[in-house]
């Protein structure tokens, strides 16, 4: 067995220019599908909050969810992860 160790590899990472900058720029205007919630559904687990890459899923003074659509991009990850199917994604109409 060899003794050698591989140098590690530098990983490439997010090109976002700062924290906190995808929320400088609205980006509602460029996307595909939006996100809506039934709100009878949702049970408040949070896991779209916590999976959203934007972080725009918000909770209103009722402890509902929604979602702030002038910075959603329409990936569809909170769609995709909701155990609950609250969330569904719907063609954008323009
Ligand atoms: S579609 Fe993507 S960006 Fe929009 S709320 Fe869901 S996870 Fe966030
Ligand atoms: S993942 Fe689904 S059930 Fe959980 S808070 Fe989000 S919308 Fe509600």
Redesign the pocket.
Known sequence: MSSKTKTPQKIPVSVIAKPGSSKANKTGSWRTQYPI??KN?????????L?CPEGV?KVDKKSK?FVDLDYCKGCGI?AL???????EMKPERR
């Open positions: 919630c039934d559904k949702c049970t408040a687990c949070t896991l779209c909050v999976y899923i969810y909170c992860i909701c155990p609950v199917k609250a969330l």
